[in-house]
């Protein structure tokens, strides 16, 4: 499993951004995908996941109707689009297989999100 997450940055309270994960050396057409965030001195934080087809995705709370994860099962691409950033959404963000926590060690390097004005 090889996952490698980009589109992170800084960005001002209200901004947008979209993730990007690449995802290679498994079926990625046939894998749900999650998204977890980790702040420094924190554990792993679950945000969203997706089917195999797209078709159900479901969030926590906290960014319910401000993120949108999707795929793009041709590009091997799993996306997170982060509209109406918060100060408190500030971590680094993962992919990961599956939707179980025993799969987030197969997560990538990440991504660095900084909402800050």
């Known amino acids: 499993v090889q996952l490698v997450e980009s589109g992170g940055g800084l960005v001002q309270p209200g901004g947008s951004l979209r993730l990007s994960c690449a995802a290679s050396g498994f079926t990625f057409s046939t894998s749900w995908m999650s998204w977890v965030r980790q702040v420094p001195g924190k554990g792993l934080e679950w945000v969203s996941y997706?089917?195999?087809?797209?078709?159900?995705?479901r969030y926590t709370d906290s960014v319910k109707g401000r993120f949108t994860v999707s795929r793009d099962n041709a590009k091997n691409t799993l996306y997170l689009q982060m509209n109406s950033l918060k100060p408190e959404d500030t971590a680094v963000y993962y992919c990961?297989?599956?939707?179980?926590?025993?799969?987030?060690?197969?997560r990538g390097q990440g991504t660095q999100v900084t909402v800050s004005s």
């Open positions: 997706i089917s195999s087809s797209g078709a159900i995705t």
């Open positions: 990961a297989p599956g939707t179980s926590t025993s799969r987030w060690d197969q």
